[in-house]
């Protein structure tokens, strides 16, 4: 095949590919071969078929290297024969309009489809020309190689910038940012195997159990260092695990998604690129995350989506990504794009943040080293996890362990499960310190020397002998860790003297689902009781068991017999 066979030029000067015309099979050529054809047809005594180009027509191209081509006024290519060629760039219409030649370097797992981010916008869509590979050398090395147009009507198309990604299901992620220019620009691109990604894409899309609570806020992931900033708060309910997140976060930000994630599409989301301190806020300003912040004009210009903000008065703190442009600079007057523009100025050193290839960070599998600012529910996360807070200080939680009990009919199977002793109930696995007789009592004392367990949730359920013999539910909302619950119940009608029995249900609920679990920060190794009951429309016999709540957490699985 040559390219005389699938490429014309008008009188007018258009160049155009026509290879498909005739329903042929579509050939690609470098930019130096472009050049040659169109020199061979300047040299002929005449024009042929529908190459309008002979010794008296005006010189369409001139070769500074073998990768630079300028076509002269008025010869020009379009976008759609832009596709078929490759190697180098091609300048045209006095340098007004600019096709960049990209080689994509490096090795990937399975069939990638590379994709290009240009000016915040995917280049070419989800199934780009390129496909998975075009022009590619595999023993180059090279992946693939295409034109990107950089420059229209005398303005480079964000500064010529462009970001090469690799977001493939059941891959790693991987990304290169690149600034191009005439001839060629390499970005470098290498995927492997994600071991820790392998459910079924349409499995993934049905967890929404997994979710996040979007902008600033603080968490408390109980490791002695009390409340730290994150820009996102990622919590999952029973059954999911640490590693199913790292999967959903995969699948919001995977090529050809149609999930948005902090307000912009996933295939574009990154993450923190860079932070900064504000001042100068203008009055009664109220900036608001996930807002696109722009600044500066020219080659200062940029723009930002809002992740996150820590305002105090008319000074504070951003975190933003970088969507278009170049960062600020100290100084530089930051405007919102809502309906009534807020502006702040740049106060001090812009800080740049590096992104994870997946903005949760990475997975171990079992256990998740996370990407800058990224939070998680304190419950999900154990001694394994490594978290980095907005200030960039690695926090490493305390184990949280799940116990979990499986094999429950939903709406009907009473779950109790409590500390073990003798093969059952805890009974006495505390003591009552004070009476406890009003309406409402407001907290609940006990007298054991060793105080409250070090493992007790900061909420849940209290099992309190009353003086009659029976064990009354009640509720707490916190405790000071050492011998004091804060309850809301009444003992009114029937006391709790001091010296009675009080014990943990970790518990004690009708289940909601075919699992309940409980959470709690591993102190020491646990025998637990579980207990679960129907005897309603469909009884079962008692199941009753023992199970042990070690640093891995635990279970157990009800077997319900019927009892008929």
């Known amino acids: 095949m040559a390219i005389a066979d699938d490429f014309s030029v008008a009188v007018n000067g258009d160049i155009r590919y026509t290879g498909l015309d005739s329903g042929g099979t579509a050939g690609t050529y470098t930019v130096l071969e472009l050049h040659r054809f169109l020199q061979d047809l300047a040299d ?14 005006d010189t369409p191209s001139e070769r500074a290297t073998d990768n ?3 076509l002269n006024s008025p010869y020009n290519i379009d976008d759609d024969a832009a596709q078929y060629l490759y190697d180098g760039s091609i300048e045209q219409a006095g340098g007004d309009t600019l096709y960049s030649g990209l080689e994509v370097v490096g090795s990937v797992y399975g069939t990638t489809t590379l994709q290009v981010v240009q000016n915040n916008a995917l280049y070419d869509g989800d199934s780009p020309f390129w496909g998975t590979g075009l022009n590619a050398d595999a023993g180059a090395n090279i992946l693939s190689r295409f034109l990107v147009k950089t420059r229209v009507s005398g303005s480079d198309i964000d500064g010529k910038r462009i970001r090469v990604f690799a977001r493939e299901w059941g891959e790693t992620y991987a990304e290169f940012s690149v600034t191009m220019g005439l001839g060629n620009s390499v970005a470098a691109i290498f995927t492997s195997q994600d071991l820790n990604n392998e459910t079924a894409v349409g499995t993934v899309a049905t967890w929404t159990g997994i979710t996040n609570v979007e902008g600033y806020q603080l ?5 002695g260092n009390g409340d730290r900033p994150y820009y996102s708060q990622w919590d999952f309910s029973p059954p999911y695990t640490i590693n199913q997140m790292y999967e959903r976060a995969k699948y919001l930000t995977r090529r050809g998604t149609s999930e948005t994630i902090h307000g912009i599409d ?9 932070q900064w301190n504000y001042d100068n806020a203008s009055s009664g300003a109220d900036f608001t995350e996930d807002d696109v912040l722009s600044w500066g004009t020219g080659a200062t210009a940029g723009t930002g989506l809002l992740l996150a903000i820590n305002e105090t008065g008319a000074t504070g703190t951003m975190w933003i990504q970088l969507l278009t442009g170049v960062v600020p600079t100290d100084g530089a007057e930051i ?8 502006t702040c100025d740049v106060d001090g050193t812009v800080t740049s943040r590096t992104v994870s290839p997946v903005f949760l960070g990475q997975s171990t599998g079992s256990a998740i080293i996370g990407g800058f600012g990224i939070g998680f529910d304190s419950d999900d996360v154990t001694d394994a996890d490594k978290l980095f807070d907005l200030t960039g200080t690695l926090q490493e939680p305390p184990n949280n362990v799940i116990f979990y009990v499986y094999g429950l009919a939903s709406g009907q199977d009473r779950v109790l499960v409590t500390n073990a002793e003798a093969g059952g109930i805890d009974f006495d696995q505390m003591t009552l310190n004070t009476t406890l007789s009003a309406n409402p009592e407001s907290s609940l004392v006990i007298a054991d020397s ?7 949730p900061q909420t849940g359920v209290l099992r309190v002998q009353c003086d009659s013999g029976v064990y009354k539910y009640t509720a707490f ?9 804060t309850i809301n119940s009444d003992f009114s009608g029937d006391n709790a003297t001091a010296g009675n029995n009080v014990f943990i249900a970790y518990i004690d609920k009708l289940a909601a689902s075919d699992t309940e679990s409980f959470t709690v920060i591993y102190n020491q190794a646990r025998t637990l009781f579980v207990r679960v009951r129907d005897g309603g429309g469909t009884p079962i016999k008692t199941y009753e068991a023992t199970a042990p709540l070690g640093t891995g957490g635990g279970s157990a699985t009800a077997n319900r017999i019927e009892d008929d």
């Open 450 to 456: 060793a105080g409250i367990p070090g493992d007790t």
């Open 335 to 342: 405007t919102s794009s809502d309906s009534n523009p807020e």
């Open 44 to 57: 002929n005594q005449a024009t042929t078929g529908d190459d309008l180009l002979d010794i008296t027509s």
């Open 266 to 274: 996933g295939e574009l989301f990154r993450g923190i690129t860079h």
């Open 477 to 485: 909302t916190a405790h000071d860790g050492i011998d004091t619950f």
């Open 68 to 70: 630079i081509i300028t």
């Open 219 to 223: 968490i408390d992931l109980g490791n």
